[in-house]
């Protein structure tokens, strides 16, 4: 047994050079094709600024200049053959609904000056978190336009369906029996703008960006795994491959010590700078299955629902955003005070606000989503250090006011 992980351990060793040898090669080449290079990195690409690169591409009037190329080459991919019959379109973000919700992406086709279908993309190609009966009154609402087809489109990263908590299980499969919604990823626009024979060579190039974003971005499908699947693929010696996936085989359980490691330093940290907090009841913890979605690692006590944390909306530890968090209706009383205490403009600045959070952002750089690189940081501290600064002025405005916050009494419902 000793041998057979020595032999994985030393072919781990092996490919670890390889992928070296690939990132060398790679800086060599940049001079002349600057092949890392991508204008969506000074872009807003959030879900609202996805929303309207698809909703530019989509509007057949905009200045992209290949006219219904774009729509109509996405009605075909949709199979909405029929909806390729209008004389004028209209594309709008964030439309609102009548209960005061807002459809991410809205076209209607209009024929003979009368609207004759519409479709309605729901984004979560940031891995926002369904809200509750969200594709439900979106269902509703488009129901509400008499006579008019419709499509409602769900958009994660990777083909899931909505949640029951958005619209119930057999609700939403009605709604694709009926050719009312359909269930799409980020690979499936890689396939449309694949499938559309773009004519204007800058357009072209901006298609050729937004896919290469949209697979390394947000899929994970960087140039240096592609490269290190092929020579996998390729290599005659399967020790390496069967190295590869020896891990792949552990992968949980390595998370899972990594991250079990983890959360011991930032509570070693924290017990030694946070005494009052540690006193209050609060520890660190970590919620959640490693590589699933909604896990987190939080400072909080088991009997009070609040506290300081980071969160993954996306599996395998991506789309990491932190800050305080508060359920707005389960705590009314905790979540106004906690928004008195975080009164501070440059904080108001930096952070947004949500209904199970005060306060959260995205982490910053590389830290939103935790490959190989960040995990590496675990074993030496390396990582705790840098998470808990980004924790501290936030602990310790929360420590100043400790006081107040404990009159209130809240406790876990």
Known sequence: MANNINQIVDSLISINQVIENFRLQREKTELYDSNRFNPFQFMRTDEMGLSKILAFLLDPKETHGQGDLFLNSFLKYIEKHNFLAYDNIQVCVEKATSKNRRHDIFIEGFLNHRRHWIVSIENKLRFATDQEEQLKDYRDDLEGY??????????????????????????????????????????????WLDNTLIIAPAVKQFSQDFKRFLSEELMGNTEINDDLVNYLMKNENNDALYSALSVIDSKEQLYENLIERLVEQLQERFAHDYKKLKNYGWK????????????GIYFDAEDIYWGVGAEFGGYNLSEGHYGVYCHKDKYPKLYDLLNEIFDDLDIKARFNKHKLWVMRKYFDGSLR?????????????????????????????????????????????
């Open 369 to 413: 989503n935790w490959d190989a690189e960040i995990l590496r940081k675990i074993p030496n501290g390396e990582l705790a250090e840098q998470i808990f600064e980004l924790w501290k002025p936030l602990l310790d405005i929360i420590t100043d006011n400790l006081d107040k916050i404990t009159k209130l009494d809240i406790k876990k419902s």
């Open 284 to 295: 660190c913890n970590f919620y959640g299955e490693v590589t699933g979605k909604d896990c």
């Open 146 to 191: 008499r006579e008019v087809e419709y499509c409602l489109i769900y958009l994660p990263v990777f083909k899931e369906p909505p949640s029951e908590n958005s619209i119930l299980k057999n609700e939403w499969e009605a709604l694709i029996s009926a050719k009312k919604a359909i269930l799409l990823s980020a690979k499936d626009l890689l396939d």
